[in-house]
């Protein structure tokens, strides 16, 4: 059985619910930019793409339009972090698996499509920040589902390929590892359906953090 010693989680869907904070933030920001506002099912079909990635998955005629590309981009920045009232809180379970996996010497790490800004904000409003060795996000690697953070965070800790585990909620979570022939874990809480994602072959589909703790402590 393989013993894991770096667990890589995504971050929106997968530790922290806050698919109704996106979508909230999307919604906000389009109507801000004379878009359309998208229903919520086809706006949280793509959380965790970084941002411009995003934006354009859902308005493609942007990518002809740069100054309104970027207009949305700020106005969504703006609305997540500033103006959405709409709360975001860690899933049940959440920190206890973190510290448990922290005091069994497993090295713990982020991969996200969030913003460098967003992430740091979030992670201080939590409380998080000290139970990571690394965290990546676009802004200093690429966006999912392109592998490089996954990369960079296996040089920077020294760590093999087969010894580390991708933890996430999305085909894009899903796909990134695949792409590099990293392990992966689908969790059914976040945003897309476990049938979509137990087509990339994961080593374990589980429904909740609990599950997920109890299977990390039979494999690290």
């Given at each position: 059985?393989?013993?894991?010693?770096?667990?890589?989680?995504?971050?929106?869907?997968?530790?922290?619910?806050?698919?109704?904070?996106?979508?909230?933030?999307?919604?906000?920001?389009?109507?801000?930019?004379?878009?359309?506002?998208?229903?919520?099912?086809?706006?949280?079909?793509?959380?965790?793409?970084?941002?411009?990635?995003?934006?354009?998955?859902?308005?493609?005629?942007?990518?002809?339009?740069?100054?309104?590309?970027?207009?949305?981009?700020?106005?969504?920045?703006?609305?997540?972090?500033?103006?959405?009232?709409?709360?975001?809180?860690?899933?049940?379970?959440?920190?206890?698996?973190?510290?448990?996996?922290?005091?069994?010497?497993?090295?713990?790490?982020?991969?996200?499509?969030?913003?460098?800004?967003?992430?740091?904000?979030?992670?201080?409003?939590?409380?998080?920040?000290?139970?990571?060795?690394?965290?990546?996000?676009?802004?200093?690697?690429?966006?999912?589902?392109?592998?490089?953070?996954?990369?960079?965070?296996?040089?920077?800790?020294?760590?093999?390929?087969?010894?580390?585990?991708?933890?996430?909620?999305?085909?894009?979570?899903?796909?990134?590892?695949?792409?590099?022939?990293?392990?992966?874990?689908?969790?059914?809480?976040?945003?897309h359906q476990m049938e979509?994602?137990?087509?990339?072959?994961?080593?374990?589909?589980?429904?909740?953090?609990?599950?997920?703790?109890?299977w990390l402590m039979q494999?690290?």
């Amino acid at each position: 059985m393989k013993k894991y010693k770096l667990v890589i989680f995504d971050w929106d869907g997968t530790l922290m619910n806050s698919e109704g904070r996106i979508v909230d933030a999307l919604q906000l920001a389009a109507r801000e930019c004379g878009l359309e506002v998208l229903p919520s099912h086809e706006c949280k079909q793509i959380i965790g793409l970084a941002l411009d990635k995003a934006v354009l998955t859902l308005y493609p005629h942007l990518e002809q339009d740069q100054e309104k590309l970027v207009s949305m981009c700020e106005a969504y920045t703006m609305n997540f972090l500033e103006q959405s009232d709409v709360q975001m809180i860690p899933f049940d379970g959440a920190e206890a698996m973190l510290l448990n996996l922290r005091q069994q010497g497993v090295k713990l790490a982020i991969a996200t499509g969030k913003s460098r800004k967003g992430l740091n904000q979030v992670l201080a409003e939590c409380g998080f920040e000290p139970y990571f060795d690394i965290t990546r996000t676009p802004v200093e690697s690429a966006s999912k589902p392109d592998p490089l953070m996954l990369t960079q965070i296996l040089e920077a800790l020294n760590i093999a390929i087969e010894d580390a585990v991708m933890v996430g909620d999305t085909t894009f979570d899903m796909e990134m590892a695949r792409n590099c022939g990293m392990d992966r874990i689908a969790l059914s809480h976040g945003v897309h359906q476990m049938e979509v994602l137990a087509e990339y072959d994961p080593v374990a589909c589980l429904d909740s953090l609990q599950e997920l703790n109890m299977w990390l402590m039979q494999n690290i």
